[in-house]
């Protein structure tokens, strides 16, 4: 079945540690997106790529980087993780030809 | 892409219609209107979109007024499971690069 994956699901880990928050799809959208979400806020666009190769800063700023090395994966790193990376990473893909976006079950992120 | 408006939110009694509405009044000729929720910090579903004519799909109806400065989504007879925040977001649909800006939406809250 079609769809887009997310892991790890949950993830606490300490001050100054390198993480990589995997998204894969398996629809074969050439757009893809990660969105920052805090508890009970808006989503804000962090990343976003147009295909293979495309990577592009969205509205919010983020310390993160991303890559798009296959169409469907891109993985989200953070180098040197701290407290105020806390939040939930969600990643979507979408179709050139329009439609809506494919959201995953995101990755609730806790740096202590 | 133009900017809307939504009750921040609404209560629903189960086997009721919701009835949600959203303003779009600077809308342009080629946006059309998306409606997404997100079910409790999960990723944001897809639910129906539409530009002009009105709209139906298994989760929804999509009522947009002649002028196209407003819209509702409909959901025929709520149940529980829809509790979410409900996202109006207007786009244009088939350009190279579809960025969804999502806003506060509206909270809908479906009671027995």
């Known amino acids: 079945e079609a769809d887009i994956y997310q892991t790890p699901r949950y993830l606490v880990i300490g001050t100054g540690k390198k993480i990589t928050l995997e998204c894969s799809q398996t629809m074969g959208h050439d757009k893809m997106y990660w969105y920052q979400q805090d508890p009970g806020m808006e989503l804000h666009l962090i990343h976003y790529s147009y295909g293979v190769n495309s990577t592009e800063k969205g509205d919010l700023s983020s310390e993160s980087t991303v890559s798009r090395i296959r169409t469907e994966h891109f993985p989200l790193t953070l180098e040197s993780a701290r407290p105020s990376h806390t939040s939930q990473y969600l990643c979507?893909?979408?179709?050139?030809?329009?439609?809506?976006?494919?959201f995953g079950s995101g990755t609730r992120l806790t740096v202590v | 892409d133009a900017k809307t408006t939504q009750p921040p939110s609404m209560d629903c009694a189960e086997g009721r219609a919701a009835n949600l509405p959203c303003n779009h009044s600077?809308?342009?000729?080629?946006?059309?209107v998306y409606w997404y929720r997100q079910i409790h910090s999960q990723g944001p579903q897809y639910i129906i979109h539409g530009l002009k004519n009105n709209e139906t799909n298994e989760m929804a109806s999509l009522i947009i007024t002649e002028d196209r400065k407003s819209s509702t989504l409909i959901l025929p007879h709520a149940t529980l499971r829809d509790t979410a925040v409900y996202y109006c977001i207007v786009r244009v649909a088939n350009t190279g690069f579809q960025k969804l800006v999502f806003g506060t939406g509206t909270r809908l809250l479906v009671s027995p």
């Open positions: 979507a893909s979408s179709h050139s030809g329009g439609g809506g976006y494919t």
């Open positions: 600077t809308i342009s000729g080629n946006e059309y």
